[in-house]
């Protein structure tokens, strides 16, 4: 496959299962073809080198990130001329009603910004550690509700909608290491 253009991947995290999701949205568009740069939403100077973007956001308190919501901000006239893609983390359970309300926080940000319409979205489960969380969370159950099948398959649509390029079936998926 010939080498696609470049796609910057940005995350917005507090505790880092954002970034994770991250990694693996970005190796696995690495695996066809794409070059995808990994970086930190805050640290984002400029998207204008890039030929599309991938947001990633962690919800908290009924809210994206305030990194992911600066970056929209800051960056929104150039992501209204690229493909976009977003997807949030934040359900603890991946059943339709969390994801449909954590798709509603989602959909309320971006409606602030309506020059900007991601080509592909997602809702992933998130994460509980209750030993980096403050009270009350702190004493919430531990838990992981992130779907890798689902990650890698969000990182195919991006494919194929950014690249009108079908994956082929039985490809290779992305290593994701969870530990």
């Not at 470049?6 to 066809?32: C, M, N, P, Q």
């Not at 493909?83 to 603890?92: D, N, R, S």
């Amino acid at each position: 496959m010939s080498q696609l253009p470049t796609l910057l991947v940005a995350y917005a995290s507090k505790h880092g299962s954002t970034r994770e999701v991250a990694d693996a949205v970005a190796i696995r568009l690495r695996e066809h073809g794409w070059n995808a740069d990994l970086q930190d939403a805050a640290d984002v100077a400029s998207v204008e080198a890039y030929d599309g973007v991938v947001l990633g956001a962690a919800l908290y308190m009924g809210r994206p990130h305030r990194d992911a919501r600066r970056f929209l901000r800051t960056h929104h006239a150039a992501l209204a001329t690229m493909p976009v893609a977003v997807f949030a983390m934040g359900p603890l359970k991946n059943e339709e009603h969390d994801l449909a309300g954590s798709r509603a926080q989602i959909d309320r940000t971006l409606r602030r910004f309506d020059d900007v319409t991601p080509d592909v979205e997602a809702v992933f489960g998130g994460v509980i550690d209750p030993a980096v969380l403050r009270f009350p969370f702190s004493h919430m159950p531990a838990g992981d509700a992130r779907d890798w099948d689902a990650i890698r398959a969000f990182a195919d649509r991006v494919h194929e909608t950014f690249s009108s390029e079908p994956s082929r079936p039985g490809e290779p998926v992305g290593r994701v290491d969870q530990g």
